[in-house]
């Protein structure tokens, strides 16, 4: 099979002196997105070759904990969701998805 066409997502961190993000914007073309801004950034990237995760993790120095439990906490659902859809596994799913509800009741989020 030959590549038809690619897509490219981009990420554009600002910087304090001290390394630490004080701005992220992304942009993704194809998706509609033009240099939006975002608080926070989890990228996972698999490494074939060495059977591991490779991870970024980013957040702004103004992002409210607040905001950062409820996008971990709907990063842990959609990590549910693409589980399933990737390995077919509803007995698992379920129980994560029973984990990510036991997650919002200790954080006291509202659904």
Known sequence: ??????????????LDENHVPEKLNWTAQDGGVDNEEAKAIMLNIWDSNNKETMRIDLWTKDMPVDEMKIFFHQTLVAMADTYNRATGDERMTDTMKDF???FAEKLELKK
């Open 1 to 14: 099979m030959s590549i038809v066409k690619t897509s490219d997502i981009n990420f554009k961190i600002s």
């Open 100 to 102: 990510c509800d036991y």
